[in-house]
């Protein structure tokens, strides 16, 4: 390497801790004058006079700042609050406000240490599952879970969060259990919606008369999503003209539920119905034309009835509109 180049780069670096520094200070000073005006001026001046409870007046302008959405200058102050006074409500907050602002490993070591601090109160581990699951980590996060379940059975909440992540983990079985669980103790229509959802999608006639009773208690008529999985299931067990009665009832009370006529159409194309088949998913695309599925199954009637050129077209138009339509592409590659 020439001298030159060393002196080159020698002073390359030097700019960009320069700038780095100068970064720095600028915000550190922005940061200053923020918390110097109103409305954090009050508990600012308190605070450089040590006057009064600092714990206090740290949390109170850390709720203020995260108020007006400064959670980057409000997870300060509520680690020095934290820091002067450990107590749950304080660790809750800044746990939160650490999640906010994207910083989940502290959160989580925060959190863990909550744990430890405050082994009664439930909303550190319920925190924990909820980071652990939004960080990718489903085991951990089934596994707060369990130690949640292991202190209260009863705790309905945990049992369908733990359903949520079973599933994700390709654990049928176990997601059935627990939202089983969960609907038992709470029969709210969303965990029964969703262990409906599971035994449809696995043929289990159960989805059914989870479905029927949460429709008896909809007076207005105006549910979609019982239906919906009925229409699932009887599609799933090839009763094709049964499952068309479920989507046509969901069309009826929402004429714009795409998911809706995109069923309708394949129980139609799988019943070799194709001119139906493809009426009905037009209409997919005509309530919402960014619809990729849609194009797509227009392209199989046009392919079940020889007009392989049409077909391409409509293929081309799926994969426009989502370029990881793998689907639509091997279509394409087969008819080329």
């Known amino acids: 390497m020439t001298k030159t180049l060393v002196l080159t780069l020698t002073v390359a670096l030097a700019g960009c801790c320069i700038t780095a520094c100068n970064n720095h200070e600028d915000k550190k000073n922005d940061a200053t004058a923020t918390l110097h005006r109103l409305?954090?001026?009050?508990?600012?001046?308190?605070?450089?006079?040590?006057?009064?409870?600092?714990?206090?007046?740290?949390?109170?302008?850390?709720?203020?700042?995260?108020?007006?959405?400064?959670?980057?200058l409000a997870a300060i102050d509520f680690r020095h609050s934290w820091e002067l006074r450990p107590d749950e409500t304080t660790g809750f907050r800044y746990a939160a406000t650490l999640g906010i602002i994207g910083q989940a490993d502290r959160a989580m070591q925060l959190l863990k240490d909550c744990e430890r601090r405050f082994p009664d109160n439930p909303a550190f581990p319920s925190m924990l599952g909820e980071l652990y699951q939004q960080s990718g980590k489903i085991r951990e996060a089934i596994a707060v879970y369990d130690s949640i379940l292991a202190k209260d059975s009863g705790d309905f909440e945990a049992w369908y969060e733990k359903g949520l992540l079973l599933e994700k983990a390709k654990d049928t079985a176990g997601a059935i259990t627990a939202l089983g669980n969960a609907w038992r103790l709470q029969p709210t229509n969303t965990y029964g919606l969703e262990l409906a959802h599971m035994y449809a999608e696995n043929r289990n006639p159960a989805a059914l008369p989870i479905c029927d009773e949460i429709l008896k208690k909809d007076s207005a008529h105006e549910l979609l999503d019982p239906l919906f999985i009925k229409g699932i299931f009887y599609s799933n067990t090839t009763q094709y003209k049964k499952a068309i009665v479920q989507f046509d009832s969901c069309i009826r009370r929402d004429w714009k539920f795409t998911d809706a006529y995109l069923e309708k159409g394949i129980a139609l194309y799988e019943q070799k119905q194709y001119?139906?088949?493809?009426?009905?998913?037009?209409?997919?695309?005509?309530?919402?034309?960014?619809?990729?599925?849609?194009y797509y199954w227009v392209g199989r009637c046009y392919e079940a009835t020889g007009r392989n050129d049409q077909a391409i077209l409509y293929y081309h138009q799926?994969?426009?509109?989502?370029?990881?339509?793998?689907?639509?592409?091997?279509?394409?590659?087969k008819l080329q």
């Open 318 to 333: 799926a994969l426009a509109l989502d370029k990881d339509f793998t689907e639509a592409a091997d279509r394409i590659k």
């Open 275 to 294: 001119d139906s088949a493809m009426s009905t998913f037009l209409m997919t695309v005509r309530v919402s034309n960014t619809y990729p599925d849609g």
């Open 39 to 72: 409305p954090y001026k009050p508990l600012t001046d308190s605070l450089d006079q040590a006057k009064g409870d600092a714990a206090g007046l740290y949390y109170r302008r850390a709720e203020l700042l995260a108020h007006n959405n400064l959670h980057e």
